[in-house]
């Protein structure tokens, strides 16, 4: 079975530009969760999306931050403009409802503001 | 969701049992117990869960309380593999959004 596709794996950018990161999450999982890890700390929770719906968004930035999921499958979350407070590791992750509960991580993009 | 409360770092020696500790003291009844562990550079991996009864799998032992106030992750056998970021989360329902906290650092030492 695939795991979670996360990309890019790196990117470096300078504050004030934009940037997107794509998420494919296991096939079937109808629940889908962008998390920002900042060094250091454990992930935060940015939003969650049930099929192409948006469950929980309470701890999205909106001025600047943005996702979608328009087909309930792939997902896209994009900076715009980018602060140098944004660097940090962007996990996707997905889950099948009434399963275990488990979570399964991609493999995250980091993303570097100069 | 109960509130966890979790030991900043731990050692332990290779091949040794880790025995990870998870305050849960407001922990409802029908809330259960999760564990993820985060390897350098990784995504967050489950590990276990559990209700009232211990539990076991091919990676770990889930001991919980009779009170479920606290439990106890056992890696039975640790290697250095095991050197990571273990989380122990408190969930209503299995269902519910994960929140993380700041874990317990687990260094296994040669």
């Given amino acids: ?114 | 969701d109960a509130k966890t409360t979790q030991p900043p770092s731990m050692d332990c020696a290779e091949g040794r049992a880790a025995n990870l500790p998870c305050n849960h003291s407001t922990i409802s009844g029908n809330e259960y117990v999760y564990w993820y562990r985060q390897i350098h550079s990784q995504g967050p991996q489950y590990i276990i869960h559990g209700l009232k009864n211990n539990e076991t799998n091919e990676m770990a032992s889930l001991i919980i309380t009779e009170d479920r106030k606290s439990s106890t992750l056992i890696l039975p056998h640790a290697t250095l593999r095991d050197t990571a970021v273990y989380y122990c989360i408190a969930l209503m329902n299995r269902d519910d959004k994960i929140i993380f906290g700041k874990g317990t650092r687990l260094h296994i030492l040669p």
């Fill in chain 1, 1 to 114: 079975e695939a795991g979670v596709a996360q990309s890019p794996r790196y990117k470096i950018i300078e504050k004030r530009q934009s940037v997107a990161f794509w998420c494919n999450p296991i096939s079937g999982h109808a629940t889908l969760y962008w998390y920002q890890q900042i060094l250091g700390q454990g992930p935060k929770l940015l939003i969650q999306f049930q099929n192409n719906g948006v469950v929980d968004d309470s701890q999205l930035p909106k001025d600047r931050f943005s996702a979608e999921r328009l087909k309930g499958v792939d997902s896209t979350l994009k900076i715009q403009p980018a602060k140098l407070e944004d660097s940090a590791v962007y996990l996707c992750a997905s889950r099948n409802t009434g399963g275990t509960g488990e979570l399964f991580f991609g493999e995250g993009s980091r993303l570097t503001v100069l």
